[in-house]
DNA sequence: CGTTAGCACTCGGCGTGGTGGAGTGCTAAC
DNA sequence: GTTAGCACTCCACCACGCCGAGTGCTAACG
């Protein structure tokens, strides 16, 4: 691969993913080589679609990226893009406003992004991450009714209604709570089971260990969910007018475990990642592009943000924008959580 | 509108929701009506038309109900739909999974009913409700910082970290929130600002009383968005292959405020409500038709749950189904909230 | 040997025109 | 009031032809 194929793929790239048109030796001559003959860049392409980056529709038509040419491109070419100082302060401004809670920042994240990038953001908190206890409360509803609160790591809050003994009064249930504090307090939910009984427990407290240890498996699960937002910009690609392609999609969108699934296993591993078309093990996803990150919240990992969208996607701008949210989701629940 | 017109209409409205090819007289004559001739149901489709019941997309096509041809559809004849058993035994045990908090069970609604509905489901929270709080906790998570925990009317939970004075020590928080509690339970966020504050508090919970008025708020805000689910089965229907008119309902279903807003205008009227088409004030709504009810947790109205599709929806399924799931909703939360 | 002009060729997009059929409105007769 | 008959309308569909963008190939040039 020299550097003037370089140049075309780059070239070829760029304009396509403007006009969704296929783009022919002429234009680009015009527009990219003045120095050159459309004769020349002719060879070059067919080259190129001989070396896989490149391909053609029909026999007269220009020539598209395929997604191993996009993945060049990604690998080797991606300029980098600036985001417009502007815009980064709109971003920080629009974080502001979500200063409560885990999820309403996400939530942001996610408008945000989808604003930003133009397509379908996704956004997921931390997927398998053991939630453990924080604290643990007990509120006397009425009598034989108690609502257990327990607060996990995260600041995620599980509430529950439990069956009691109906003579305990609120203090002594007060302090139970304190007492069931002492002993399982940082445990995940597998330890919780696995740990003795809290002894001299009232009738309907024994079973409470269960209790605490399926709510942190809630906690658990809640945070591997993965929320998305602007649908709406992806109707309006080209690629998905065809509602089979977009039913497709939107599938995966909605069944938000499937998607979850995906984002958990690239999960580990940091820096921006993008998956091209077929190198989605999703079917469905073939046709499409992700660019993902992950966040952070203080210098922990903490979940996956990222973009779905066409392999046409602008990878360059959208992965500048993606940082731009990404470090701001971070710093949002840095602040948060402290 | 004399009784022939009725099963006219009747049978046209059928046919067109069935197919979605407008429907000729032979078709009708020879489906629904073997003693008349296509002549004479020529005349009275030709009245129908003149009356504004149905309308004809050219001059040698078949008829197609308008929105007024659907409104009188609804109003007078619509025909008491069973749901199948079956079908009700297997909503009945999709909530038995949701059993923990509010949102869970909403979810589980809104999945339950795009999946019977064949549309998109609209689930929303107590709008414009005042949440008032239940239980207040105070959690040290490190010196000088504390993580306050409200739960409020409806089990939900609210949670913000607050700066603290660093010598006090996890006791001493128990000992304000059980003073805090005392004061400011079963209060709403105003009566909670309105309310003197607790005297001899540590600095740094002086100002607590804004913090858990603010935290009511949020959980009230939170409470009137509107979840949808079911833009997968939107997509599929003729009338939104444009993309154009399926932007639109994007848009709207996106912006969970303004359909929220449509949602809380009408959430006080009781029963099942049918807006079509045009009737709809939203300008992005009047291709499609909402059908809505509200649902209540043990006697008291909770939220509005219902369908968006096209005006061409089946309307005696739908309400069958939506009544259906709205109940299941209701009985969900009633054993959730007690 | 890379580059270029020239040229024949290919093929999709688009507008044209013709046809079939579904469906209508009207009229006259029952 | 109902119906058969009939002329008429108009869309959906298809075939055709043309235009033009774009190609691949060849031969010539520096």
Not at 17 to 37: C, D, I, K, M, Q
Not at 39 to 61: C, K, M, W, Y
Not at 106 to 128: I, K
Request: aromatic share 4%; net charge negative.
């Amino acid at each position: 691969m020299d550097q003037r194929k370089e140049r075309i793929l780059r070239a070829v790239v760029s304009d396509y993913t403007e006009t969704v048109v296929p783009v022919g030796s002429h234009a680009l001559a015009a527009r990219y080589f003045l120095e050159l003959s459309s004769a020349t860049i002719r060879n070059e392409l067919s080259e190129l679609v001989d070396d896989g980056f490149l391909a053609q529709p029909h026999a007269s038509a220009g020539r598209i990226p395929t997604d191993q040419g996009y993945r060049y491109f990604v690998d080797f070419l991606l300029p980098q893009e600036v985001v417009d100082p502007q815009l980064r302060r709109h971003v920080r401004q629009g974080f502001e406003a979500a200063d409560h809670d885990v999820e309403a920042v996400l939530e942001v994240a996610a408008a945000m992004l989808s604003r930003l990038s133009e397509n379908v953001a996704v956004v997921t908190g931390p997927a398998n991450a053991t939630s453990r206890l924080r604290h643990l409360d007990l509120v006397l509803i009425r009598p034989g009714q108690a609502l257990m609160v327990e607060v996990a790591t995260g600041n995620a809050a599980f509430q529950r209604l439990i069956e009691i003994d109906l003579l305990v009064d609120q203090d002594e249930l007060s302090g139970w709570a304190k007492r069931l504090n002492e002993m399982y307090r940082g445990m995940s939910a597998e330890e919780v089971e696995a740990a003795p009984m809290v002894a001299g427990l009232a009738p309907g407290l024994q079973a409470l260990g269960q209790d605490i240890a399926r709510g942190l498996r809630q906690l658990a699960t809640r945070s591997a969910l993965v929320i998305h937002d602007g649908v709406r910009n992806l109707v309006r690609q080209p690629e998905f007018e065809d509602p089979v392609r977009l039913r497709a999609v939107l599938e995966v969108l909605e069944a938000q475990r499937i998607l979850g699934d995906v984002l958990a296993q690239l999960a580990p591993q940091a820096g921006m990642q993008v998956l091209i078309g077929h190198e989605n093990t999703v079917a469905e996803l073939r046709e499409c592009s992700l660019v993902l990150t992950s966040y952070q919240a203080g210098d922990q990992l903490w979940g996956t943000i990222g973009v779905v969208g066409p392999t046409r996607i602008r990878y360059g701008q959208v992965a500048a924008r993606l940082q731009l949210v990404s470090r701001a989701t971070g710093d949002a629940l840095t602040r948060l959580l402290a």
